[in-house]
């Protein structure tokens, strides 16, 4: 069946695929969240849900049809696309999600890929405290120097490695993808990667706890316009946000 179903003429040859994974804090989904808003993006596709958690909401702006959990937005103007998550993929259709994913990139015609997603920050050595955003290019992805992931070499990110130990179970599932605590499918992807890839893609993830990860979301999507050299004049919170986003406030008289 088919994965990719858009919903106007919209080509993604030639673009930058902004791909936020569901991981610790949903950093990621904010950031993207950002990035749709503040670019004015529009949505121009969907994807075959049945690999994720089933969900369904009002769309951004009172607009007409539903939020579904995989969507694409994009502008014919702007050479970044961005997908938007807003479900975990369900624990048995995992790799078909990411091969369908995967799948849909190489045959999109894009320029490039950029994975971005969030990590525990309880985990880290006193050398990660020095800052909240890493990088991986995983092994066998095409140059970057001279790609729209350029600026991705140039820029002060640190490599990721993982401060966890991990224990395999067998040597199949070795992987030169460090382990990343709250990462969700970040590494699965990137390990997931064929040997004919000609796509370059990298992740960037930023340490981040759950709490109102607003901020955290701002800082996300700000070193993505960085890497992609994107300019983004003023920053746009989606209206969304301003409706119970991390719950109501409570009342006040609870505390005297």
């Known amino acids: ?105 190489r045959t999109s015609g894009a320029s490039a890929v950029l994975v971005i997603g969030g990590v525990d920050m ?27 992931l350029a600026a991705l070499t140039t820029l002060p990110i640190p490599v990721y490695t993982s401060p966890v130990s991990q224990f395999l179970h067998n040597d199949a599932e070795r992987t030169a993808v460090p382990f990343i605590p709250g990462g969700g499918l970040s590494r699965r992807i990137l390990s997931s990667l064929p040997d004919t890839w000609q796509i370059p893609i990298a992740c960037l993830l930023q340490y981040v706890m759950e709490g109102d990860n607003r901020a955290d979301a701002q800082l996300m999507a700000a070193v993505v316009s960085k890497v992609l050299q994107v300019e983004v004049p003023n920053w746009k919170q989606p209206s ?17």
């Open 1 to 105: 069946m088919t994965f990719y179903h858009p919903t106007v003429r919209f080509s993604t040859k030639g673009k930058v695929l902004v791909v936020p994974i569901v991981s610790v804090a949903n950093v990621a989904q904010l950031a993207a969240d950002l990035l749709i808003a503040s670019l004015s993006l529009h949505r121009v596709g969907i994807f075959d849900p049945r690999s994720l958690v089933p969900v369904v909401g009002a769309r951004e702006d009172d607009l007409p049809g539903v939020t579904t959990p995989l969507e694409l937005f994009g502008r014919d103007d702007i050479d970044v696309a961005v997908i938007q998550q807003r479900s975990p993929a369900l624990k048995s259709s995992k790799q078909d999600f990411v091969d369908s994913l995967l799948e849909f990139i």
């Open 122 to 148: 309880s985990n880290r050595t006193d050398t990660q405290m020095l800052t909240p955003t890493c990088q991986i290019v995983p092994p066998g992805t095409p140059d970057l120097t001279s790609g729209p």
């Open 240 to 256: 969304s946000w301003g409706h119970g986003l991390f719950g109501t406030p409570h009342d006040q008289t609870l505390y005297g």
